[in-house]
């Protein structure tokens, strides 16, 4: 039986750095990633990075067809998936109206749905010493206003992912959430919709995808259910945890200079 990582939203960011630190980790034994996201020739290019065999698998997560494509592939090769990482995900940095009805689901199909879909789709193909990481926010603590709907979103990957946790203990399969500050990442390449007058003026902090990554997997490791990176985003949590909802989003409409935003 094949041993395998499924990523996806593996061509770039977040997911491409989970797949360069994992093919180089020791710790991990697997015979082939299995590589999804939209662009095919960004993921065959990551056979480069690695002699490990790689498996591209261009995939539209936010397309429910693509759900009973992976079913099929799983079916015809009955794998043991050793580990499932989960990074593909988009927000946008704009009122709800300005974004618009379609993108807004569209945001919900590919954070949410595609979330739970691989989840659930993998467990079958899931033994004792499986794991399964999800890339949530630390947008999934708080409602922020112009980012709406990634919020929210993000808030459900994060509630999913602990309550999964707790589901599969008995089964030995390790489930844990990743909840990044702001990362440099192409995110923002496809967040920011306005550049001239952007929703985001201030960042309290920027971290780089590595540190994120290094850190994810040492948690994952210790069979941690959440990871978290840096001090600006343990402060801030704190400051969430502490503070009335309504002031969390007073603070973050004052520090962006969104009061009079048409």
Do not use: H
């Amino acid at each position: 039986m094949k041993n395998i990582c499924v990523i996806t939203g593996a061509s770039s960011g977040i997911g491409k750095e989970f797949f360069v630190r994992l093919s180089k980790d020791g710790d991990f034994s697997f015979d082939e990633f299995w590589v999804i996201a939209r662009s095919e020739e960004r993921l065959k290019e990551l056979s480069k990075l690695t002699d490990i065999p790689v498996r591209a698998i261009p995939l539209d997560l936010s397309d429910e067809n693509s759900y009973e494509s992976y079913k099929k592939l799983l079916e015809e090769e009955e794998p043991r998936i050793s580990l499932l990482v989960n990074c593909s995900g988009y927000g946008k940095f704009e009122s709800v109206e300005k974004v618009g009805y379609e993108v807004n689901l569209n945001m919900i199909d590919l954070n949410v749905k595609g979330t739970v879909a691989m989840d659930y789709l993998s467990l079958k193909y899931m033994e004792k010493g499986s794991g399964i990481i999800n890339i949530a926010s630390v947008a999934a603590y708080q409602p922020i206003p112009y980012i709406n709907t990634y919020g929210a979103t993000k808030s459900f990957v994060l509630n999913f992912t602990r309550a999964l946790s707790m589901e599969l203990r008995d089964r030995g399969i390790k489930v844990m959430a990743v909840c990044p500050f702001w990362t440099k990442t192409e995110f923002f390449d496809r967040a920011i919709k306005n550049e001239a007058d952007p929703v985001v003026k201030k960042y309290a902090a920027m971290y780089d995808a590595r540190d994120i990554v290094k850190r994810a997997i040492r948690d994952y490791k210790k069979g941690k259910s959440v990871s978290l990176f840096g001090f600006v985003t343990k402060l801030q949590l704190l400051g969430v945890k502490l503070m009335p909802v309504g002031i969390v989003m007073r603070v973050w409409m004052s520090q962006q200079k969104l009061w009079k935003r048409k």
